[in-house]
């Protein structure tokens, strides 16, 4: 793809499917996830290998992995927690592993059981149990642009936390607004300063909705250079320290933007809305997405008989 290519990359099915009150059949997450590869997507964040306990609607992670189709060209990431879930991750064949630590400590502890220090003290015995397998790895920074407890998180801190990820030998950055307060400016910011440590390639930007300002967020990130983007089909997900908020981007949403302004994302924009307008039945509720609802710009009406 070109140098102006938007990736997006697809999270739904872990961080949207994670907080659904109604379980999601494997076989149906396995159907979806293969539907997904097949509209073009490089990247699809398949599921988690946490505690059953801790996430129930993500018990079936091992079982998915074993049941899809591997695309060509797509990598598969499971999200991992600690040693124990970089074993099951391996076992499972992941392509990649992300680890997630907040860069706020209030945050952390309350989401992580832990400070952050202590987070990525753990990632570093993650790559232990990684090295030599092949499995790529790429680390988030939670909170990276304000936290719900302890408001704006300095530019400073966020990048030292970019910094010591890097310093553990991990590939890839994400840099994620996990509970939508970021802002176009702070998103220039932040980006300009990640990017002189981390290459556009390996560096993702993961926004939410909460208070509407995702897609200008991505827009801004994009004018500073990003050019990986994390969104969620139909816009599932959310956090639970952000109640009644929406959730990630929407996948679809942000592919029309950038199929609209001539941003080639290598995406089939027509099969995500066919997915998307079948979440419902999936999740047994509506979801925020909006171009599946509206259809594309492209997308005219008849016009009206004179009254």
Known sequence: MSADAMLIQEVATRDGFQIEPVYVETADKISLIDALAATGFSRIEVSSFVSPKA???LRDAAEVFAGITRRPGTVYVALVPNPKGAER??????????????VSETHNRANMGMTPDASIEGFGRIMETVKGSGVSTNA??????????????????????VERYLALGIEGVTLADTTGMANPRQVERLVARALTLVPAERLTLHFHNTRGL????????????ARRFDAALGGLGGCPF??????????????????????????DLEGLIALSRDLPRLVGHDVPGQVAKAGRPCDLHPVPKAA
């Open 140 to 161: 988030t920074v939670a909170t990276a642009f304000g936290c719900p407890f302890e408001g704006d998180q300095p530019v400073d801190k966020v990048i030292g936390q």
């Open 89 to 102: 991750a391996l076992a499972a064949k992941v392509d990649e592993v992300n680890l997630v630590a907040s």
């Open 55 to 57: 996430v129930p609607a």
């Open 214 to 225: 995702g897609l200008a967020n991505v827009l801004a990130a994009y004018g500073t250079g």
């Open 242 to 267: 952000a109640p009644g908020a929406t959730g990630n981007i929407c996948t679809e949403d942000l592919a029309s933007m950038a199929h609209e302004m001539g941003i080639p994302t290598g995406l």
